[in-house]
């Protein structure tokens, strides 16, 4: 099944929804339809029972070449701060199915943070990522000052957030940016099946994953482990951690019912 929207194509396979950013005359510039398009979609599919993973893609010779600049380059602080620009990705972070980012080309400004804001971020070859908001007055705005420097750490982030230089994908994997890097032919083909091992695990296991993880970023040490425990804890009131322990006993595949 394949949805047209304006700037993104959506797609059902088995259970993973495929969301590409499809805006080529603007290397899918992050401008404010494309952003509801993208938050909409994705919520759909997170409250689809049927969806277990999501892929988030980009086409051509972008992932996203940033939020849109033209959009942007008149507005004044009272109308930015009025209308908490870009607030609206939060929505994005809130999405409980699992997100593979899979990225080709430039993951740039906006664009750099919204593959951040994935779950498992795979790279092609061909993958450059940077902050460059500094060349244009600026500074990120939809959170890369926060999770570049969670993911590669003060000194990586300072260098791209101040100088605006770009990660290729080596680096990017070295840096822990990305947790994987392949062929750019390979990209979709390993992002499904990344995604497809992801959605045939129990789903409220797997949200139950993306929680714990995330909360590491969110929570101190303690209180993250607390967390997580509370989470397996509650596990146990699925049918899915009984058949997975059942299915181990029994020397066979599980079969998850997502319940
Ligand atoms: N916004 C709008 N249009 C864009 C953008 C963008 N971010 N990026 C590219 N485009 C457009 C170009 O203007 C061009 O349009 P046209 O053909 O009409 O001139 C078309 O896409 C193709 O781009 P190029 O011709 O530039 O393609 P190149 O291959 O020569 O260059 C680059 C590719 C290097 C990626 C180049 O396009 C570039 O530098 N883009 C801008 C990258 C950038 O600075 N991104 C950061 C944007 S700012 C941001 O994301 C967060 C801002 C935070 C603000 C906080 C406010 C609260």
């Not at 396979?13 to 994705?42: F, M, Q, S, W, Y």
């Not at 969806?51 to 380059?73: H, P, Q, W, Y």
Request: one cysteine or more; glycine letters at 10%.
């Amino acid at each position: 099944m394949t949805e047209q929207h304006e700037n993104i194509r959506v797609e059902t396979r088995g259970r993973t929804g495929i969301i590409t950013l499809h805006r080529p005359k603007a290397l899918n510039a992050l401008d404010a339809a494309t952003l509801r398009e993208v938050v909409a979609a994705a919520a759909a599919m997170d409250a689809d029972p049927g969806i277990g993973a999501i892929v988030l893609t980009g086409s051509g010779k972008a992932f996203a070449a940033g939020a849109d600049i033209k959009e942007m380059a008149d507005r004044g602080f009272s109308e930015m701060f009025r209308a908490d620009w870009f607030a609206g990705w939060d929505a994005f972070t809130r999405v409980r199915t699992p997100v593979v980012g899979a990225v080709a080309g430039y993951a740039l400004g906006g664009g750099c943070e919204l593959a951040m804001m994935c779950d498992v971020l795979i790279a092609a070859d061909t993958a450059r990522f940077g902050q460059p908001e500094i060349n244009l007055g600026v500074i990120p705005g939809m959170g890369g000052s926060q999770r570049l420097t969670r993911a590669v750490g003060k000194a990586k982030a300072m260098d791209m957030v101040l100088t605006g230089r770009q990660m290729d994908a080596a680096e990017a994997e070295r840096a822990g940016l990305v947790s994987r890097v392949v062929p750019a032919d390979r990209l979709l083909d390993e992002a499904l099946e990344v995604a497809g091992t992801i959605a045939a695990k129990s789903l409220p296991a797997a949200m139950a994953a993306k929680e714990a993880v995330s909360a590491a970023f969110e929570t101190g040490l303690a209180q993250g482990v607390l967390f997580e425990r509370r989470l397996f804890h509650g596990l146990f009131a699925t049918e899915d951690q009984k058949e997975g322990m059942a299915a181990f006993a029994a020397k066979r595949e599980p079969r998850f019912t997502h319940r």
